[in-house]
């Protein structure tokens, strides 16, 4: 029973407007509940008849229930609750990473208001609708990467190449699993991409032995229609003798 507070509604300020009014001012989509507490004004807690001292998390978010689901939404993470705009926990996640591209996931669920599991199922929804892309560093670690549909085609080639140098580092062997996990591509466009470089002859495909490759490094390489496993590739360029 909160019979420290007013019952007649009439009274009620609007909490909602003024929460939005305070996310607008931080330009946060959501704060921890004690955030808004603090930030909410004087006035508020008079006409409530409480002092905000005395004003407990969970008497504030059942002042709310009428706005949640509408124009505020509650996020529950590991460590605190959050009051935010009413997003979809699938536009949190791509918010955040569109602001930190590149994150891993591990850091990524440090940074967003929902429980772990929450945050690996939405990254999962967000790849398979192609809304984002996972790429391993040359540490193993999974990073995301944001796909926005509104931007123009990407220079593939010149990203390509961008890869290639970035990896070799001035070597002209560089392996190509690695260059395929760095731009984290689908297979098909990656392919397809080496195809038309290596028909353009500015890229030129070498064998080896793979003994010194795990399945992963193998799998990543490129076989083709032949059967012919490649392990390695050297860019010529477009100068280069036909």
Known sequence: MHNQIQNDDSSRPDMARMII??????????????QIKKRLPSECFRRLG????????VQLLDMLKADIGDR?????????????????????????IKQHPGVSSRALAGRVPMLKRECIDGVNRLVEGGRLRCV??????????????DDPAPDRKALFKEAYDRIGKGRGFVRIHRIRESLGWPDEIFDSMLRSLMADYVVELHGGDPSGLSEHD???????????LYITLSWWGEDHEK
């Open 218 to 228: 193998i799998r990543n390489s490129f076989v083709d229609e032949n059967g012919m």
């Open 50 to 57: 409480v002092r905000r001292q005395k004003l407990r998390n």
């Open 136 to 149: 391993l560093d040359q540490a193993h670690r999974a990073t995301l990467w944001p796909v926005d549909p």
């Open 72 to 96: 505020l939404r509650v996020y529950r993470g590991p460590r605190a609750v959050y009051i935010g705009i009413n997003h979809t926990l699938e536009d949190i996640i791509f918010a955040k």
């Open 21 to 34: 009014e305070i996310l607008s001012r931080a330009e946060k989509p959501y704060l921890t509940v004690n």
